[in-house]
Structure formats: structure tokens, C-alpha cells
């Protein structure tokens, strides 16, 4: 009989792993397949391009109900443009492969449209092409290319001890605007659409931190405009916990982080805490925050405009293995548990 193995019992990563396997060999000049944020070949002399595939489905990574399509368009740009950033590459072109359900209009595909060109406008990214099908649901499949010299290329894997573990931005903010986002679809659905409309004026930060993220360019710019290439890099799509153990489990390192660094804003402490849960949960586990987690070595990080990063914490030997400390100055291990799909 043939075999049926639940896609649960490999997970997401498993399951990938298993495909590249599956595929063998390569058979063109390649630098970096299956495995980091992008892919990486040479083009020419030095130069090199990446090339990376990120979608977004309705129900899944986002909700119609309370996702302006504009914003929409925006994320799926931004989210491939993030990853092109975390291998400090500049982002050139991109495609887009749309599945449309027959309960959109032209004006709706158009107004997803501004906020891909917004996007493309901000990044400095062409749009060169893509695929439309009917759906049942609405489906954005990007693709995002990217150019860099071989030598400015920042993979996971290289980083060293000693090194600091620096993130942009701030983190958790995207996961509190999605936990406010659902909690007004709720009250909104218990009361049959009466009532009055919510003002989450209020919470705007956070909510535009889950509807609109913004790929850090300026913090690739930079590094660039400092010569300066981390010795290691991913961006934060899944949560820092998880980005974390795939950066250190791919350099063969441990780290040390520091819970009182990790930048958390305080709108994001509020609404943890108006939920009844901890901020930091948010802030490690919470994902879909496009923040870039990169490691420098402490003298290229004084050079760097620190308005961009917060250093939180240390590489370390990889027998010290991957620990955070916390306020009280004990420590415990940092679990990868991200978002799971499967
Ligand atoms: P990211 O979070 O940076 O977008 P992912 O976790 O989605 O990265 O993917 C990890 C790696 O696996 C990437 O190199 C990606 O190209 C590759 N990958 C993901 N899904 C597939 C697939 N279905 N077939 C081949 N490679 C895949
Ligand atoms: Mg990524």
C-alpha cells in the first residue's frame, strides 16, 4: 500500500529538506541553493544575483476582512524585498503570480496593484511579470531578484564567536497588531456588523507593523555605505527565536542574547499585556516582523548608524549552545518554536 507520512511528522523545514534531496545535484554555477534567504549563482566577474520566492494566501498569511488590499500589495512586495536584504543585495526586479477569486473586482486587483508599485517605487524594484489565474481564494506569489558582488554576499552561515547578534528595528510589534486585528473581527462578528466602528487609532503603529512591513534598505545602505559586510544574516519572518537558532545552527555557533536588549516597543508591552501575556513572548516568538537579525564583529559595529540596530547579545562556541538571559540574571535555552504551518 502506499505510504501516507503526515507533512507534521517532517514540519516545514523537514519537509524542504526532504525535496532537496530529492532534486540532487545542481547542474549550473551556484553559490547557494535551498537553505538560506535567497539563492545565490554568479552572473558575471564578480558580480552575483539572488533570487527568492515568498507568497501570501488569503486565510493563511492574512485575512480580507481586515487586510486593505493596498497594504496587501504592499507586504508581498516587502516581504520578498526583506529577504533580498537579508543577503545584502539590492532588490532589482520581481514578478507576481496572482490567483484571484471570483469575488473580485477590477478596482479591487488595482488598488492591490498601488500598493505593489508603492512598494516597487520605495525599493527600487521593476516589475517585470508574473501569472494571473482564477482561485478560490487570493493568492500572491512573488518572486523578488536582487544583484551584489560576491564578496558583499552575507550568508547564515558566517558567523563567529565574538561577534555581536544585532537587530534592526524592533520586534514583536507586528504580532501585537495581528492579535488587535483579530480581537476587533471578533467583537465586530459577535455583534452581527452593529455597533460602532472600533478606533484603533490608538494602536496604529502596531497594526501598520502587521499590514505594512517595511524591508530594512536602509539598513543594507548602510552596511554598504560603511564597506562593511555581517559576517552573518537572516531576516525575521518566523520570530527571533526561530530566525535565531537558524542563523547559529547554520555557523556552527552559539549565542548569547540578552532579553532586557531586545528592543520592544512599548505599544507592543501594552497590548501583551492587555491580552494577560508577556511582551517577550511576542518579541521572540511572535514573527512577521521583516526586521533584519544580522552579526558584526564590536569594531565594525561602532561604525554602523546605530539609529537602525540594537546589539543583543554575543556569539558564542557552539558547545555553549543557544541561551538568552533574562532580567534576573538567570538563563535558559531558546527554543525554535516559530510559526508553525504544519
Ligand atoms: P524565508 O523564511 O527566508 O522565506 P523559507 O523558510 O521560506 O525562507 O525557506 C527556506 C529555504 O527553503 C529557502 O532557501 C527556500 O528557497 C527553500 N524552499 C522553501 N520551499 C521550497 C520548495 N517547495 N521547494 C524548494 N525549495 C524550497
Ligand atoms: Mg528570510
Given at each position: 500500500m502506499?505510504q501516507?507520512?503526515?507533512?507534521?511528522?517532517?514540519?516545514?523545514?523537514?519537509?524542504?529538506?526532504?525535496?532537496?534531496?530529492?532534486?540532487?545535484?545542481t547542474?549550473?554555477?551556484?553559490?547557494?541553493?535551498?537553505?538560506?534567504?535567497?539563492?545565490?549563482?554568479?552572473?558575471?566577474?564578480?558580480r552575483?544575483?539572488?533570487?527568492?520566492?515568498?507568497?501570501?494566501?488569503e486565510n493563511?498569511?492574512?485575512?480580507?476582512?481586515f487586510?486593505?488590499?493596498?497594504?496587501l500589495?504592499?507586504?508581498?512586495?516587502?516581504?520578498?524585498?526583506s529577504?533580498?536584504?537579508a543577503?545584502?543585495?539590492?532588490?532589482?526586479?520581481?514578478t507576481?503570480?496572482?490567483?484571484v477569486p471570483?469575488?473580485?473586482?477590477?478596482?479591487?486587483?488595482?488598488?492591490?496593484?498601488?500598493g505593489v508599485?508603492?512598494a516597487?517605487a520605495?525599493?527600487?524594484?521593476?516589475?517585470?511579470?508574473?501569472?494571473?489565474?482564477?482561485?478560490?481564494?487570493?493568492?500572491?506569489?512573488?518572486?523578488?531578484?536582487?544583484?551584489?558582488?560576491?564578496?558583499?554576499?552575507?550568508?547564515r552561515?558566517?558567523?563567529?564567536p565574538?561577534?555581536?547578534v544585532?537587530?534592526?528595528?524592533?520586534?514583536g510589534?507586528?504580532?501585537?497588531?495581528?492579535r488587535?486585528?483579530?480581537?476587533?473581527?471578533?467583537?465586530?462578528e459577535?455583534?452581527?456588523?452593529?455597533?460602532h466602528?472600533p478606533?484603533?487609532?490608538?494602536?496604529?503603529?502596531?497594526?501598520?507593523?502587521s499590514?505594512?512591513?517595511?524591508?530594512?534598505?536602509?539598513?543594507?545602505?548602510?552596511?554598504?555605505?560603511n564597506?562593511?559586510?555581517?559576517?552573518?544574516?537572516?531576516?525575521?519572518?518566523?520570530?527571533?527565536?526561530?530566525?535565531?537558532?537558524?542563523?547559529?545552527?547554520?555557523s556552527?555557533?552559539?549565542?548569547?542574547?540578552?532579553?532586557?536588549?531586545?528592543?520592544?516597543?512599548?505599544?507592543?508591552?501594552?497590548?501583551?499585556?492587555?491580552?494577560?501575556?508577556?511582551?517577550?513572548?511576542?518579541?521572540?516568538?511572535?514573527?512577521?516582523?521583516?526586521?533584519?537579525?544580522f552579526?558584526?564583529?564590536?569594531?565594525?559595529?561602532?561604525?554602523?548608524?546605530?539609529t537602525?540596530?540594537?546589539?543583543?547579545g554575543?556569539?558564542?562556541?557552539?558547545?555553549?549552545?543557544?541561551?538568552?538571559?533574562?532580567?534576573?540574571?538567570?538563563t535558559?535555552?531558546?527554543?525554535?518554536?516559530?510559526?508553525?504551518?504544519?
Amino acid at each position: 500500500m502506499q505510504q501516507f507520512t503526515p507533512i507534521s511528522d517532517l514540519g516545514e523545514f523537514g519537509l524542504i529538506q526532504r525535496i532537496g534531496e530529492l532534486l540532487g545535484k545542481t547542474r549550473n554555477p551556484l553559490l547557494k541553493g535551498i537553505g538560506d534567504d535567497a539563492a545565490v549563482y554568479p552572473i558575471a566577474d564578480s558580480r552575483v544575483q539572488v533570487v527568492t520566492s515568498d507568497m501570501l494566501i488569503e486565510n493563511v498569511h492574512f485575512d480580507r476582512m481586515f487586510h486593505p488590499l493596498r497594504y496587501l500589495g504592499f507586504k508581498a512586495i516587502s516581504v520578498n524585498a526583506s529577504d533580498v536584504c537579508a543577503m545584502n543585495a539590492l532588490p532589482q526586479y520581481a514578478t507576481i503570480s496572482l490567483g484571484v477569486p471570483h469575488n473580485m473586482s477590477v478596482e479591487m486587483v488595482e488598488h492591490l496593484y498601488q500598493g505593489v508599485a508603492q512598494a516597487c517605487a520605495l525599493y527600487g524594484i521593476d516589475l517585470i511579470g508574473g501569472d494571473t489565474t482564477a482561485s478560490r481564494q487570493l493568492v500572491i506569489a512573488v518572486t523578488a531578484i536582487g544583484e551584489a558582488e560576491a564578496s558583499q554576499i552575507a550568508y547564515r552561515s558566517g558567523a563567529r564567536p565574538d561577534d555581536l547578534v544585532c537587530v534592526t528595528g524592533d520586534v514583536g510589534a507586528a504580532y501585537a497588531g495581528l492579535r488587535i486585528l483579530l480581537e476587533e473581527k471578533k467583537r465586530f462578528e459577535a455583534a452581527k456588523g452593529e455597533g460602532h466602528a472600533p478606533d484603533l487609532n490608538a494602536f496604529d503603529y502596531v497594526i501598520q507593523r502587521s499590514l505594512s512591513p517595511t524591508a530594512r534598505l536602509d539598513m543594507v545602505r548602510n552596511w554598504r555605505e560603511n564597506q562593511i559586510v555581517p559576517s552573518a544574516a537572516i531576516d525575521i519572518s518566523d520570530g527571533l527565536a526561530s530566525e535565531i537558532n537558524h542563523l547559529c545552527g547554520q555557523s556552527n555557533v552559539g549565542a548569547l542574547l540578552q532579553m532586557a536588549k531586545v528592543p520592544i516597543e512599548i505599544l507592543t508591552r501594552e497590548v501583551a499585556e492587555q491580552f494577560g501575556e508577556d511582551p517577550e513572548t511576542f518579541a521572540l516568538y511572535g514573527g512577521d516582523d521583516y526586521e533584519l537579525l544580522f552579526t558584526v564583529t564590536p569594531e565594525e559595529a561602532i561604525l554602523l548608524d546605530e539609529t537602525l540596530f540594537t546589539v543583543i547579545g554575543t556569539i558564542t562556541h557552539p558547545e555553549e549552545g543557544l541561551h538568552l538571559e533574562l532580567q534576573d540574571g538567570s538563563t535558559m535555552p531558546i527554543a525554535s518554536n516559530g510559526f508553525r504551518h504544519f
